[in-house]
């Protein structure tokens, strides 16, 4: 089983910058690829990112691409998205997520973080 926090959420100007970690506890973080959704207010929740287990394979949201970066760390059990030129949009939760697959889809996911605020003032 896998455990998951975020981190690094706060509030920023547009245009600016954060990275936001998601901890993972357990021994087989590595066998898992790392998704992030997020979700705002009055909205679907909804995809992000994926980065596969060894790090090697990403997909993005066309709202997120060229913008954010999405990583892992295996020897530190760490997910990572840099997320760059934010936008008042990416105002929401963003959750990180694990499951074996390489999916974009958030019914897939076995395990998920508790969230963490992004919000974005012009």
């Known amino acids: 089983q896998v455990q998951l926090v975020e981190s690094g959420g706060g509030l920023v100007q547009a245009g600016g910058s954060l990275r936001l970690s998601c901890a993972a506890s357990?021994?087989?973080?590595?066998?898992?690829?790392m998704g992030w959704f997020r979700q705002a207010p009055g909205k679907e929740r909804e995809f992000v990112a994926v980065?596969?287990?060894?790090?090697?394979?990403?997909r993005y949201a066309d709202s997120v691409k060229g913008r954010f970066t999405v990583s892992r760390d295996n020897a530190k059990n760490t997910s990572y998205l840099q997320m760059n030129s934010l936008k008042p949009e990416d105002t929401a939760v963003y959750y990180c997520?694990?499951?074996?697959?390489?999916?974009?889809?958030?019914?897939?996911?076995?395990?998920w973080g508790q969230g963490t605020q992004v919000t974005v003032s012009t």
């Open positions: 980065v596969s287990r060894s790090g090697g394979s990403t």
């Open positions: 997520a694990a499951e074996h697959l390489f999916t974009t889809e958030a019914y897939d996911y076995d395990y």
């Open positions: 357990g021994r087989t973080f590595s066998r898992y690829s």
